[in-house]
């Protein structure tokens, strides 16, 4: 198991300058941003020789020092019965005190009675780039007697969040940048039972994974020997496939052969078994995240001993940009048609409206319908 993940993760390396470049779509300077901190050169002087430059890859340039004075924002939720260890494993991800319990621990919010959506924002900061990191919490998912309906209130959050950046499209004023709130990832969080999926992992994901890019993680993946840990990844991607739940990277959104290359090993590894630690340790001289036990000490970012590098580097390094892209492009756009299509049908019954003297429709129908969609402010339930 060691040696396939050691190729798998090698091969993933030599593919990620590619990956940076091809995963950005709607802004392609992040990734440029993320690894190319050096100063500006400038194109004239090393491009003076050359009489058939023109200097169009200085775009590239322009577009990375726009991106760094805004900033970037990435919002992840964390889905999950309590004990399985989300907020030590969000600290991981990011080597700081993100979670909610880290920045709002409360005795009285232990064992919540019904499900509340919790988010924290951070200002994170690493080589002079800066992004808005929103982490939103679900405490009391899966922990009732009675778990029926549980992922209406997170359905409802992740809608309220599109309507939020609907209605501030159709405004007649927008603002010149739209604050983004929506949310771009959900970790669901499977106990590492070593059998198979519960009908709440199952009924959650298949409903979910409709409407946000949905990574699944088997939890405190050290309880588990390794022969037990290939079993349980196995049987739960044959119930992934058995029940049409399709989570990310989605197969239908690769773009081109070499894009579904490396998409398919990662398919092939879902769902990541990790170990998340914020306790540091020395081990042959090294400072290390990990857990000790009276057998050794577990490394977290050892993919020998656990498969959180892979999570780490899928969520931040690779594909983070893409994870954004799909959320704008395929859930929203999924959601704002829905919510267009419907509010037309407010206008069905209304006159047809004159034409304009020179032959051209008048404009008020569009009016009427921006108008419409803001009149309809509630969410709609996404339910399928």
């Not at 709130?181 to 959900?186: A, G, I, L, N, T």
């Not at 022969?227 to 349980?232: G, L, S, T, V």
Request: glycine content about 6%.
């Amino acid at each position: 198991m060691a040696s396939t993940s050691s190729e798998i993760y090698n091969n993933r390396e030599v593919d990620h300058h590619w990956s940076e470049v091809s995963l950005s779509h709607s802004n392609m300077s992040e990734s440029a941003k993320v690894h190319h901190p050096g100063p500006p050169v400038k194109a004239e002087k090393t491009h003076g020789s050359d009489f058939s430059y023109v200097g169009i890859d200085a775009i590239l340039e322009q577009m990375r020092r726009k991106a760094m004075k805004q900033g970037f924002e990435f919002n992840i939720m964390i889905v999950g019965q309590s004990g399985l260890g989300k907020s030590t494993l969000m600290n991981t991800l990011f080597k700081s005190k993100v979670s909610r319990k880290s920045v709002q621990p409360s005795p009285e919010e232990r064992i919540p009675k019904t499900i509340e959506i919790k988010s924290v924002s951070h200002d994170v900061e690493e080589k002079g780039v800066r992004m808005k990191l929103t982490v939103i919490d679900t405490p009391g998912f899966g922990d009732q007697i009675n778990n029926e309906n549980c992922w209406q209130p997170i359905m409802k959050f992740i809608n309220d969040q599109y309507e939020a950046y609907l209605q501030e499209e159709i405004n007649i004023n927008r603002k010149k940048r739209i604050p983004d709130s929506r949310v771009h990832c959900c970790i669901y969080f499977i106990p590492p039972t070593g059998h198979c999926l519960r009908p709440l992992d199952v009924e959650f994901m298949r409903r979910l994974s409709k409407v946000v890019n949905i990574v699944p993680v088997i939890a405190k993946a050290d309880t588990l020997t390794l022969e037990e840990r290939d079993d349980f990844k196995q049987t739960i991607r044959e119930e992934l496939r058995a029940n049409g739940i399709d989570v990310y990277p989605q197969k239908e959104f690769d773009e081109d052969a070499e894009d579904r290359i490396i998409n398919d090993k990662i398919r092939e590894m879902i769902p990541f078994a990790v170990v998340g630690s914020d306790q540091e340790y020395q081990v042959n001289g090294k400072r290390i995240l990990g857990r000790k036990t009276k057998w050794g000490t577990i490394e977290v970012e050892n993919i020998a001993h656990c498969e959180f590098a892979y999570l780490r580097d899928l969520l931040i390094r690779t594909h983070m940009q893409n994870i954004k892209d799909i959320t704008g492009s395929i859930h929203y756009e999924t959601y704002r048609v829905r919510r267009l299509n419907e509010s037309n049908g407010h206008f069905t019954s209304l006159p047809a409206v004159e034409p304009k003297t020179n032959g051209l429709p008048a404009e008020q129908p569009a009016a009427l319908q921006a108008n419409g969609v803001a009149a309809q402010h509630g969410a709609l339930s996404h339910e399928m």
